[in-house]
C-alpha cells in the first residue's frame, strides 16, 4: 500500500507562467497545465521523430507561456547528418539556446545544467519517446523516472504515463 505524503499551503504564488491547451470536451475554454515555470526544456530527438513544424508549435507554446524555452536535440548518436538539423533548426529557433544531446555522450547532457538554477523550475515537453525521462534521470545522477529502448524502426518508446514534479539538487558534472 503507497503512503500518501501531507503538507499545507504557506502562500500561493502570483502565477508568472502558463502553459495552456484547448480544453477537452465542448467548450472553448482553456485548461491550464502548468504554472511558474521558469526554464522549458523543447526536447526533439534527431532520428525519425524530427519534425521542424512540430518543435515551431511547441516553441509559440513556450513563448506564450512566459517561459524561457531552450530546445533540446535528443540521440545525436542515431542521426547521420547532425549538423545539417542544427542549421535548419536554428533557421527557425530565434532567441532560444539549442543544446544537441546524445545519451552515449554525458558531457553533452551536462551542458543542461547551467540552465538549472538554484530556486527555478524547469519543465521538459516532447513528444513520446523523445527522451525527457533519459535526460532527467541523467541530470538528477540516479534514476528517477522510467525509460523504455527505441524500438527497431528508431521510434522512441512511451515510457511515462504521468507528469510528475521533482525535486533535485544539483548534481556536479562528471567531467
Not at 539556446?97 to 551542458?111: F, G, H, K, Y
Not at 513520446?128 to 525509460?147: C, D, H, M, P, Y
Amino acid at each position: 500500500m503507497m503512503k500518501m505524503a501531507t503538507g499545507s499551503f504557506i502562500h500561493v504564488l502570483k502565477r508568472k507562467s502558463s502553459f495552456e491547451r484547448t480544453a477537452v470536451g465542448f467548450k472553448n475554454e482553456d485548461q491550464i497545465v502548468a504554472a511558474n515555470i521558469d526554464i522549458v526544456f523543447i526536447c526533439m530527438s534527431l532520428n525519425k521523430d524530427y519534425n521542424l513544424s512540430r518543435l515551431e508549435r511547441y516553441l509559440s507554446v513556450a513563448w506564450n507561456s512566459g517561459a524561457i524555452p531552450i530546445v533540446v536535440l535528443t540521440k545525436a548518436d542515431l542521426c547521420d547528418n547532425v549538423q545539417q538539423k542544427q542549421a535548419e533548426i536554428g533557421s527557425i529557433v530565434i532567441g532560444a539556446d539549442i543544446v544537441t544531446t546524445s545519451n552515449l555522450d554525458t558531457s553533452s547532457i551536462d551542458m543542461l545544467l547551467p540552465y538549472i538554477k538554484e530556486g527555478s523550475t524547469a519543465a521538459f515537453i516532447g513528444s513520446s519517446g523523445v527522451g525527457k525521462s533519459t535526460l532527467i534521470n541523467r541530470l538528477a545522477g540516479q534514476e528517477i523516472l522510467s525509460t523504455k529502448e527505441i524500438h527497431q524502426d528508431d521510434k522512441g518508446r512511451h515510457a511515462s504515463t504521468r507528469r510528475k514534479l521533482i525535486l533535485f539538487t544539483k548534481r556536479r558534472s562528471s567531467h
